[in-house]
C-alpha cells in the first residue's frame, strides 16, 4: 500500500518568515494530494490540494508543489501569521479511491 | 451547511462499559467514514461506507468495535467492551461518492478516554 513519510515533524518559525513541510509518497499510481491543517480541539480541515497533472498551484498565501518523477510533494506558507499555528498533514491516494494514505504531521508554531 | 456533527465531543467511561459515537455527515454526502487519531499511529482509517454500505472494514481493530449506517444521515461506531487502549480521538469524515470528488470533510472529532 501507499506510505507518506512527511518532515519536519515540528517547525517554528517567525511571524512573517515563510514554512515549508516536505512530503513523500511510494505509490506511483497517487494521484491526488490534499494537505489537510488541523487546530487544536478540532477535525483536519482541507486547505489545498493537487492532483498530477499540475506541477504548482497557489491560493492565497499557501503554495503546493509536486514531483512526480522524484515522488514528492510540498507545502509553502509565505509571510506566516500566529493563526498559521496548527498541525499540518500532508495525504496521498489515487483518484477515484476512497483510501487516503496520511503523513504523520508536522506541528508548526508561528511565533509572534 | 453545518458540516459533519459529532457527538458527544468528549467522552470518559470505565474500562468494560459499551461507548456509542455519532456521526451525521454532510447532506447530499454518500461516503462516509471513521477515522482513529492517536500520537502513536496517527490517522487511521477504521471503516468506509458507501451509500450506507460498508465497504472496506478492514481497519477496525477487532471484534469489540463495530458500525452501522442505519440512513445516508446517520452513523455510529460501537465499542464494546471498551478498553483503556481504545483512548483516542475518533473521527468522522464525509465526502462525495467517489469519481465525483475526494475532498474529506471532518467533524470535530470525539475525545474517548477509557479508564
Known amino acids: 500500500g501507499e506510505n507518506v513519510e512527511q518532515h519536519p515533524s515540528t517547525l517554528s518559525v517567525q511571524e512573517g518568515d515563510s514554512a515549508v513541510i516536505k512530503c513523500t509518497y511510494s505509490d506511483s499510481a497517487s494521484n491526488y494530494f490534499p494537505w489537510y491543517k488541523q487546530e487544536l480541539g478540532k477535525g483536519p480541515q482541507l486547505i489545498i490540494d493537487?492532483?498530477?497533472?499540475?506541477g504548482e498551484k497557489k491560493d492565497q498565501r499557501i503554495a503546493v508543489t509536486l514531483n512526480k518523477t522524484a515522488k514528492h510533494f510540498s507545502l509553502h506558507i509565505t509571510e506566516t501569521q500566529p493563526e498559521d499555528s496548527a498541525v499540518y498533514f500532508c495525504?496521498?491516494?489515487?483518484?477515484?479511491?476512497?483510501?487516503?494514505?496520511f503523513g504523520a504531521g508536522t506541528t508548526v508554531t508561528v511565533r509572534a | 451547511d453545518a458540516g459533519v456533527i459529532q457527538s458527544p465531543r468528549h467522552e470518559v467511561t470505565e474500562m468494560g462499559q459499551e461507548v456509542t459515537l455519532r456521526c451525521k455527515p454532510i447532506?447530499?454526502?454518500?461516503?462516509l467514514f471513521w477515522y482513529r487519531q492517536t500520537m502513536m499511529r496517527g490517522l487511521e482509517l477504521l471503516i468506509y461506507f458507501n451509500n450506507n454500505v460498508p465497504i472496506d472494514d478492514s481497519g477496525m481493530p477487532e471484534d469489540r468495535f463495530s458500525a452501522k449506517m442505519p440512513n445516508a444521515s446517520f452513523s455510529t461506531l460501537k465499542i464494546q467492551p471498551s478498553e483503556p487502549r481504545d483512548s483516542a480521538v475518533y473521527f468522522c469524515?464525509?465526502?462525495?461518492?467517489?469519481?465525483?470528488?475526494?475532498?474529506?470533510?471532518f467533524g470535530s472529532g470525539t475525545q474517548l478516554s477509557v479508564l
Open positions: 447532506s447530499g454526502h454518500n461516503s
Open positions: 469524515a464525509s465526502s462525495l461518492a467517489r469519481g465525483l470528488g475526494e475532498k474529506l470533510f
Open positions: 493537487i492532483r498530477s497533472n499540475v
Open positions: 495525504a496521498a491516494s489515487v483518484s477515484n479511491d476512497y483510501k487516503l494514505s
